[in-house]
């Protein structure tokens, strides 16, 4: 931490914030510049509220130096995390996909779509049976009917399942059927459900809020990490800003900026990152092309009637073009599909 | 809904959509202008998936009409709902003022804080015991012993409560001890946990997500409604964007807007929504001038040595001072505190 | 500036830096903490490319300490700046009202606006004779011509007059009618032309860009002053953010804080920030009891008939009721209209 | 355009639109449905001030169907266009690589670097004269001597050059010695500049506003091609967000958006939509997977001594390896470079 003084700022001013650190057992580094003096505080000040000490006198403001993760920090695990899940490996050379609709809907609409993703190259299904929804008129999410069937399709097909978790309580029901659990954008921060989901062994994607930041999302990875659970996936799934043209903001960025500050695996949503079909395979390979690990993509056989997201869906033809394409991509800077 | 077809958009394109809307029991009126065909839909199509219309064939994009709120629209019911907490209304001519810390730290600290605020003239005391906190290394509340903190400082000073509620499993338990139970900006969508308290009896104080529009904070509402709990108090807190200097932007435009758009009271938080307790004063005022029917305001006794928040945190006696000067403004938009 | 150096940093990094900043007569202040070295660098340095530091081998991140705006800051001239047109006095006690239509259509419409704006307690009349249209193809104002109808309107009223200029070659003409003149969003960084604008001695009101920090807007200041002209009055007129249901998103946390960086006197443009008449007055009354110095409003005698910004224009009648409410609001914050 | 009536509109309202409507020679189609009724307006109306009719008694608001733009929408020229620079060609099979440093600063400084970018395959050379600062007191470039030195470093290497213009006086300056004409991201909206190059036979390199959106891009675009100059190159450099830990957020989303808008070629600046040098190499290939036409990249001999953006600039070495993974990108995706 470095407290930044005020022009105007008094001797006994400095002097009480040095004995106020004292109290914590921090030492001090004091630099008298021409026009301000700087405080440099040493010693590990993670536990310090930075607002206390902003709000003492002759205080202009003052700026965090260590970074406020440790378990996800590469600074602290050089090496990449591998999360294998059936032989998949996020992490590893090759770019893990995830494919299938926003919505579990019936049997057959999941048997249609895995059979088809799993053709065209997909390692993973993807299917909600609770959906978070803006409204509370629009459909909810088939529940445990719907973890049921992407269970059966798992058994017949081995695709291995991701599917959303929406709260504590919903923690051991998800745990039954799935392989891999998804914190959506709108729970990113709630931390009851990060400690939850910490004290499971299954592997977690974790989605980036569309109004967070690269460091909130470090954060909250590091509460699931903080309770025991060190297997979590990063997605980047487009964040919220003026432009809306498209549904959201694909922040290709945070890919190489999440790998040089962590060692978790990342992956990205090109389907709600963009919310337009028509985008999502250009989408797919540019993240590809950023060092994305994986991809999460929504696929439904007839997205005209399906019952969330239809516009953002790809047709199963089309994955399979998408499939084909990123292959190239991914060949193109040293990894494989 | 209105669904604007691309120029090129072909005949036997038109009459699929009109086919599926009539499906839907949903009538059509086409209007072919120069350029592009519009098919305005009409009757209730607020359960259709405008993603899956958007996804037809020759479709540009589909534009709502219905606004996608009832229970909390103004269109549905044109009085001011008021909101009365031990004889404070909210929603009425009086500006309620709630105030107290961030975090109930001690039963001396909230004791303190109680008795200077209440001499000052707040209506309601503030407090958390459940504290959502960006990093799991921070202090995350004392739970049920700040509760009972609380509960005892309002049996001696007649405040009462609103305290935060951060998971479905912890509303019994809040209940209990608090008067009114507030969701904060990271939960405005954890729909779990708008479902449970929309199931008690308590007032709610629903904070806007800091990255939430206007519309989804109503929807969130409607969420709570839905339930049966018709008793929301919307709570404009500041969001996110591109200007730093503040810990976030107080949208004062939502004020009059959210006036305009609901029935429901509106209250603004402007120590969130600055971030900086040289500038709460300023915000204060300027949300009582928009027509806000209260505010919540940060206070402890020694903002400095605080748990969390210290440096948006006022002293008593710039509370007092604050009250003081909103009072007048209050007075001169007709309103008293 | 503050040079944090990477965990992993070695001291030949260290020393490389020290004396790449030796060459340029600064000192350094060393703090080696247990994770990390931070340089503290000691002199005036705002001359020096904080990206070439940046960018030299083992550092993290700089930070700058002295802000970059020297004639503008509030430290160097702690007195407030006022600005005198007609008598009218910004930056003193009284709030001085500009209002008038978006663009200048006729001379008709101009007596017909100044007359009411003037009875209603107006000082100044704003009016655009040369317009910043998004499209080529819509209004681009009446240029010269209409600056000759409000030196007309000057002439009856004695209403002095605001007007856009926006461009360089443009200055010495407006110059010729207009008493201030107004550097719109869009050039707010148009350095050419807050280079034209700073050696002109007329008063000019500088508006915020709509995608600009509050310290952007005073580094434009100061490029206005650097020039020689002093005379600048900053206008927060909204920015850009998330929210679309108003046009803009009115920042009213930049009134409290630019009063605290700077000594420049600061108003607000409530038709612009909301972009609805229904919401002008709310957001006019919230600016005043920030500690807005003045307001600019947009009013037109038949604003469904308006060239430009008819959604956002008041009636002359719904002016003369807001400037009665707005007067009430000044005088409880100590001060007239 | 669409006007959405409110709930409570009455038939006398309803009737004053048509008729005003009427007035311009526009029909309409009215559609009344459950709950509101809606005005289909037919006939070319971009001229009609769409806040002036929000602003007619009992709409709700107004919703436009035609886009603003034309001489840049693909709607009416489907085929790309070709704009070609000493044989190098925007908008052909073949990727553009424009690079060099941020300002030129010496003659030695641009030699070195053309001969580095050249060898890497660079086929033109970028360089600032003019720099656009946001402090009057950093470094605001060398002027007509900058101009000259490149066009001294053109007759040696060949490469062709693109450089910024600031102001509309500078205009005939700078194309004595450019072969491309760049518009900064502050001036997207220097109505008075995109004029005057509008007006010159020299290709325009368009910069998206670090906070406009794509359709005020392609509106800017309008401005100088309906001033007869139809050779614009758009670019995206990034965007103003919430996120700071990089310097804009490259909106990656926006290249394949554009694809379908318009028939332009489209560049990024994975330099300024990164500001991070370690983070452009990843930029760069994702923007060539999604479809870029191009990039411009920064590069410096010596980043650590560039009189501005240093810490974005790539040294000669790590931009030939770039240069040796884009093409491999761009071979994925059936382009060369």
Chains 1, 2, 3, 4 share one sequence.
């Not at 798992?154 to 919903?170: C, F, G, H, S």
């Not at 709630?190 to 910490?198: E, I, P, R, T």
Request: aromatic letters at 4%; a positive charge; one cysteine or more.
């Amino acid at each position: 931490m470095i407290i930044i003084m005020k022009m105007q700022a008094k001797t006994p001013q400095i002097e009480a914030i040095i004995k106020r650190l004292e109290k914590e057992n921090l030492q001090t580094n004091i630099s008298s510049g021409e026009e301000r003096t700087i405080i440099g505080v040493i010693g590990d000040h993670r536990q310090i509220d930075k607002g206390a000490m902003a709000r003492m006198d002759g205080v202009d403001r003052v700026v965090p130096v260590l970074r406020p993760f440790k378990l996800a920090s590469r600074d602290f695990q050089p090496e990449d995390t591998k999360i294998s899940i059936n032989g998949h490996v996020f992490g590893g050379n090759k770019v893990v996909i995830m494919a299938g609709p926003c919505s579990v809907e019936s049997m057959e609409q999941m048997m249609e779509t895995a059979t088809h993703v799993k053709k065209a190259g997909a390692s993973m299904l993807r299917g909600g049976a609770f959906k978070p929804r803006t409204s509370p008129y629009s459909f909810q999410g088939m529940g445990e009917e719907g973890l049921k069937i992407m269970a059966d399709v798992r058994k017949k097909t081995d695709l291995y399942i991701v599917t959303e978790v929406m709260a504590p309580e919903q923690v051991d029901l998800v745990c039954k059927y799935a392989d891999m659990l998804q914190i959506g954008t709108r729970n990113m921060q709630n931390y009851a459900l990060l400690n939850a989901v910490g004290k499971t062994n299954k592997p977690i994607l974790l989605k980036r809020g569309m109004m967070s930041t690269i460091e909130e999302l470090l954060m909250s990875a590091e509460y699931i990490m903080s309770n025991g659970n060190h297997r979590v996936v990063l997605c980047e799934r487009g964040i919220r800003t003026f432009e809306k043209y498209t549904r959201n903001t694909l922040d290709i960025n945070a890919v190489p900026v999440l790998k040089e500050l962590t060692h978790l695996p990342v992956v990205v949503d090109p389907s709600h990152a963009t919310g337009k079909w028509t985008l999502v395979k250009a989408a797919s390979k540019a993240a590809v092309a950023a060092g994305a690990d994986g991809l999460i993509i929504e696929v439904h056989p007839n997205p005209a009637e399906a019952y969330s997201d239809g516009e953002q869906s790809l047709k199963p033809k089309r994955f399979a073009e998408l499939m084909v394409e990123v292959e190239r991509v991914a060949q193109a800077v040293g990894r494989s599909v």
